[in-house]
Nanobody, 120 residues
């Protein structure tokens, strides 16, 4: 079994910073990509950032404010969020595209979500 466990969410004032972490554990042979989605109330889930061996990508609304990074030795992905705005308020979900055996296909796994609230 593969699990993704997130941490680091919370309440922060506008202009503040938060760092989210997501650690993948279990039988993992190879991770192709990791990243973060978010879902605000009444809105669709959107891909915030993704990172692979080749590149790291962001949606336009967070470019210059968020940094997505990965520690391959710990199977962990981070999302450093700065200059936070009220519109960043959402549940943030990490994901990983990985396989648990060499003869198995890559599959998507999700964390349970962590709430980020930006409010004064």
């Amino acid at each position: 079994q593969v699990q993704l466990v997130e941490s680091g969410g919370g309440l922060v004032q506008p202009g503040g910073s938060l760092r989210l972490s997501c650690a993948a554990s279990g039988r993992i042979i190879e991770i192709k990509a990791m990243g973060w989605y978010r879902q605000a109330p009444g809105k669709q889930r959107e891909l915030v950032a993704s990172t692979s061996d080749d590149s790291t990508n962001y949606i336009d609304s967070v470019k210059g404010r968020f940094t997505c990074s990965r520690d391959n030795t710990k199977n962990t992905v981070y999302l450093q969020m700065s200059s936070l705005k009220p519109e960043d308020t959402a549940i943030y979900y990490c994901y990983a595209v990985l396989r648990s055996a060499y003869l198995r296909p890559f599959m998507n796994y999700w964390g349970q979500g962590t709430q980020v609230t930006v409010s004064s």
